[in-house]
């Protein structure tokens, strides 16, 4: 498998009289042997005397790809194929997650994550950008903190691992959303947010590292987006998932600040993105908060008690995304509150009445209110329709949905279960509901050690229909019927209505058979 | 004609959200539209928000070839495509040219030169090379003048014309020899001169203007040499005679410090290099001078008297190149020296003995001396050897010479009839004795305006058999016989033989015909 690197490691013949091609020729002819086409980098040429000398003419050169030719980057002394790296980031706007990769192994040798610096300038994307709109003092100042951010993950990789960037470091590719892009290379992002949403640049290709102060001998390759809200890190997604290769066809849901949906195979792929919102992230609710020390994270109803997992174990001071999932089904289940949301404050004394608003206690001190499920239901039924109404789209039926990806943190902490029995995710086979993980991440590593990979991005790009989802009438109409427990028509969620049935009467019904008996204390 | 820079106006379609196309794309599908396959550098990214809305869409992109792909150097509002420039340079040892190219007219626009600056490292090269051998700092040192020479000669460009590079310029391509390119680019020169003659790269390509400090938006393009003593200069004269694309057989003869020879056709292409001598540009003899004010440059006897002409018509300090082979071509034709080139002391009173030496007073004070003779009789043997051994090498008579091209200020101020009488040049049709001017400066223009050239650089080069002069038995033997005047083989020089005749006995012979009434005066 090729990657966007080379190491080639070769024993070249001395010069002589009869023979006395430049080094530089010496090196080129040999790759060209070889059957690779290069071109020497101003960096090397300066470093060939006396290295090819004192080394024999062993020499190991490191090549990038450009985008159109192999540079050679660095000329090494001796065989040094084996120390052969490159980097992999994903640029998030609240961390930055990078990893080491060795390219000879293709493995992940490791991964460190930062707070993204930009943070600085505000904890939300668009504080950030109305700090930077039409003044470029401040953009400079968000591109460095986000330059910053980066240098600092590969210190800390350094230090894990005693591997430097800038000494051994080729190619590095970059996962982010369009702001991210933005502002990783100093440009103003206010066009993501405002209409007509035509942004600035959304392909910027291989850059060279040291321009825009990433210490690598070779380039920054960063990941082209499709549209504004469809950026470089859900492009990132596919690759993760080659969702774009199969005949099955798949879904992939990137729930954070914003949602984004690419539904599709080999033949189509239908991307849109709406505001799945904050509320899903533990944002908006009274007590919400990250999920961080502190955050419950877990909640069962057992016995008519709610009882919590807490992050670091210690005393809980909020609850976060995949604890408020876990908190809306079991009060559904347990009948706390009914299809609509309502609490139903005869079903336990948990149920209080607090500011002329009710609300259940579910850890001591801390309350989760009326409005709190409100305005979570919402979201969730935003995060529902977007994926329906995209099958609509399609024209296809959700039930030939072959594999649901559901990407990032979320993803990954939330439980299935919980999240089907309040209708955020569809009622499906739990086997084909799979956490893509940090996808954003995974792509740009396997870009790293894949070049033709290239060729798929523009595939996708070609492929991908965007969908907006505001611009239909009955959008709204759909939503409102989604904003119920789990559904308006609960015929959709077969193996929840089960789950009810069996709760209820102790009896279990056919479909049941579907549900698996994961624990959700462990996942 | 397509040359390595381009200028287009686009009238791009505001974004709407109906098409929402960032400002990059709507840039390359557009350009994608004229056949143009491109990228955009950083710099134009940045500059894209708010230039493009500000402009309404109408807008000029600047292109700059990269050796691979189209690389969008800069932007501007409007249509500014008849403001297209280029530079081409000259880097000598001695002078740095730089032309100022309209590139859209074909024509250039202003030419200066300057002393390089380097000479602050010593007159000649090796001085220079034994200053930098192995010595970083002082390697810096030369880089840094060179590069000042070039940047002070865009400097009084800009003075002249108002056209700045940094502003204005896109593409520079730059022409000399191996050693200048080593230096402009901060290598170690010692490899030009010493065994076994393999440079470190003789092929840089198209660098980045701003990598080694010349401020143009572009690229740098450097052309390419064949080996240690036949550099890109010379190789850009083949793109000035473009001699390799006839079919009738030419020679170019660049004579400087050393000479440099290239005979061929489509078919074949000869060269070699040898030491050719600075006793040809005046150097070794006792009152030679380099061809500037104070310089005898042409000699003409009359009446028993030598007239001389003086660069700047004021009082002779010495003699230049031009008016040396002169001087022996009239002391020959009058019978002062013989055959041999020794001095007749009974043909004039004008030839003396000084120092225990025969010499001749060709101004008043001025002596050139019997050493000074033997010494540029020997020189010009070897370069006319240079070019008999090669066409005895190549199997050809040198009677199915077309072209003769004689290079640089030698061969833009000798004497095409002194030369030929002192046997420097062949005897030939004088109409096929050309001087090529600075024909490392055309060739780079040519480059910078005909990108296809590219293509024939890599032709020329793989044609190119370089022929070691100093590895041939009978080279010297050769030598030996050319050192009479015009040869010990007169039969060689029939006009010469004829203009004797003519002298001697007052009768014009058969092959006289040949001979032109050039005036060295005028030429």
């Known amino acids: 498998m090729e990657g966007i690197s080379k190491k080639i490691y070769l024993e070249l013949d001395a010069p002589t009289e009869e023979d006395s091609r430049s080094d530089q020729k010496r090196i080129l002819d040999s790759l060209e042997k070889d059957g690779i086409s290069a071109v020497m980098s101003l960096a090397v040429i300066k470093k060939l005397y006396p290295l090819c000398e004192l080394a024999d003419w062993k020499l190991t050169v490191s090549l990038g790809w450009d985008g159109s030719i192999w540079q050679i980057v660095d000329v090494e002394a001796g065989n040094t194929v084996c120390r052969h790296y490159g980097f992999a980031v994903d640029l998030g706007s609240t961390t930055v997650v990078t990893r080491l990769v060795d390219c000879e192994t293709e493995e992940c040798l490791c991964e460190v994550s930062q707070y993204n610096r930009q943070i600085a300038f505000g904890t939300d994307i668009l504080t950030r950008i109305f700090y930077e709109k039409d003044n470029e003092a401040a953009r400079k100042e968000i591109q460095a903190a986000t330059v910053e951010t980066i240098c600092g993950n590969l210190k800390e990789i350094e230090e894990k691992t005693g591997i430097s960037s800038c000494k051994e470091g080729i190619q590095m590719v970059i996962s982010g959303n369009t702001t991210m892009i933005h502002f990783l290379l100093e440009m103003d992002a206010f066009c993501v ?312 009467t102790g009896e279990n019904r056919v479909q049941c058979s579907r549900r698996t008996t994961e624990s959700r204390w462990i996942e």
């Open 193 to 504: 947010f405002s209409t007509p949403y035509a942004v600035h640049a959304d392909a910027p290709g291989f850059l060279r590292g040291t321009d825009i102060g990433i210490p690598i001998k070779g380039y920054v390759y960063c990941i082209p987006g499709k549209s504004n809200y469809l950026g470089g890190d859900i492009i990132s997604g596919m690759l993760a998932t080659q969702m774009y290769k199969g005949e099955e066809i798949s879904a992939f849901f990137d729930i954070g600040t914003n949602g984004e949906l690419v539904i599709g195979n080999r033949e189509f792929l239908l991307c849109g993105a709406g505001a799945a919102g904050p509320a899903l992230e533990g944002g908006v609710v009274h007590t919400g908060m990250r999920a961080c020390d502190g955050a419950v994270d877990r909640v069962k109803i057992e016995n008519g008690k709610c009882r919590c997992h807490v992050i670091g174990e210690g005393k809980a001071k909020g609850i976060c995304g995949s604890g408020i999932v876990d908190l809306l089904a079991e009060l559904f289940l347990n009948g706390w509150i009914n299809i609509k949301g309502k609490f139903q404050p005869d079903k336990s004394f948990l149920i209080q009445e607090k500011e002329g608003m009710l609300c259940v206690e579910y850890e001591k001190g801390l309350y989760f209110y009326q409005d709190d499920i409100d305005e979570f239901l919402k979201t969730k039924a935003a995060a529902y329709t977007m994926v329906e109404y995209m099958f609509r789209e399609s024209g296809i039926s959700m039930k030939e949905l072959g594999r649901f990806y559901v990407a990032g943190a979320f993803g990954k902490h939330v439980s299935k279960e919980s999240a089907i029995t309040i209708g955020l995710y569809p009622d499906m086979d739990r086997e084909h509901l799979v956490s893509a993980g940090n996808s954003s991440l995974e792509g740009a590593q396997k870009l790293l050690l894949q070049k033709e990979l290239l060729n798929d991005i523009e595939e996708i790009l070609e492929k991908m229909v965007y969908v907006q989802f505001g611009a239909v009438g009955d959008f709204l109409q759909m939503m409102v019927a989604a904003q119920a427990i789990p559904h308006t028509d609960m015929e959709r969620f077969p193996t929840v209505a089960s789950a009810l049935y069996t709760l209820r």
